[in-house]
């Protein structure tokens, strides 16, 4: 019976012992296995690198900020002569072309001779002359030709203003309206120019079915050349967000929207909610705040070498 009983109180203290030592082990396993994981998560969302290799790969970094989004219109155009600044020169008497002075493209001022025309009736040579000054944008005559007053000789154009006509279809004739501010991109890798629709055509155009919508355009800088065709992105409305950032900062990571922040020297991916846009910028409702720093240019660069998951040490 002794027997008995000391081997029962054996049995109970290695059973004690045995599931103290589980309550012991069970709390460090489940403590390392939760620690791993978000080592393993915070490795996954960043990554290290150096200001050179960001420099080296064109990665812009720009702060998130108030901003004004813009609801715009896209529209093709063309740039010709202002009308109003424009004049045609034409011969007072018929006659033959015995001298040429000015040719197209040529700069002139008021009363400066373009050419010389003996005329036909008195056989005697009178002056043509410029009556704008601007710049030769056509010319109609040769030396030797004969020349009358039924065609223009030259025609001379103030190109320091220029109009530029747009089409605009019928479905958006509705949205345009004269004052509307137009920013037009001439391509030359300069900023767009500002301007602001001064005339709607009361009229359209069969073979478009568009309608022309005009801006006088001031032209100091001859970036505007009559005969191009030209874009311009007409502003509809406005209104500005507490926070955005440009559109090129946006990635998809694991159907994750992120935005890569700069926190230190790694990156860092930003979970966000997006709101309005324009087509610059996004405005974002959650995950970035005003004044952080996010890679704006080349972002997917980031993301690639998220991708390789290695931290850049130089």
Sequence with gaps: MRRLIRYLVFVLVAA??????YRMLTPATT??????????????????????????AGIELAKASPVVLHDSLLLNGMVQPNQESLVQVTPRFPGIVRDVRKRIGDHVEKGDVLAIVESNQSLTPYE??????????????TLGEYVSEQKPAFVIADLSTVWVDFSVYRRDLGRVHVGDRILIDPADGKPPIEARISYLSPVGSSD??????????PNTEQ????????????????????????????????????????????????????????????????????????????????????????????
Excluded: C, W
């Design 208 to 217: 478009t079915q568009s309608a022309a919508a005009r801006a006088v355009v």
């Design 128 to 141: 043509l002359k410029a009556a704008l000054g601007g710049t030769v944008i056509d010319r109609q005559t």
């Design 31 to 56: 403590k390392t296995v939760s620690t791993e994981k978000v080592e393993e998560e915070e490795h996954s969302n960043s990554v290290e690198m150096a200001d050179a290799k960001i420099a080296a």
């Design 223 to 314: 970036r505007l050349r009559p005969g191009l065709f030209i874009t311009g992105r007409l502003t509809l409305s406005a209104r500005q967000v507490p926070v955005a950032v440009k559109s090129s900062a946006l990635q998809t990571v694991e159907n994750r929207t992120v935005v890569f922040v700069r926190d230190g020297k790694k990156f860092e991916a930003r979970d966000v909610e997006i709101g309005d846009r324009d087509p610059e910028f996004v405005e974002i409702t959650f995950g970035v705040l005003e004044g952080d720093v996010y890679a704006a240019k080349n972002s997917f660069i980031v993301k690639a070498e998220m991708a390789k998951g290695g931290a850049d040490n130089d």
């Design 16 to 21: 004690s012992l045995v599931y103290a030592g």
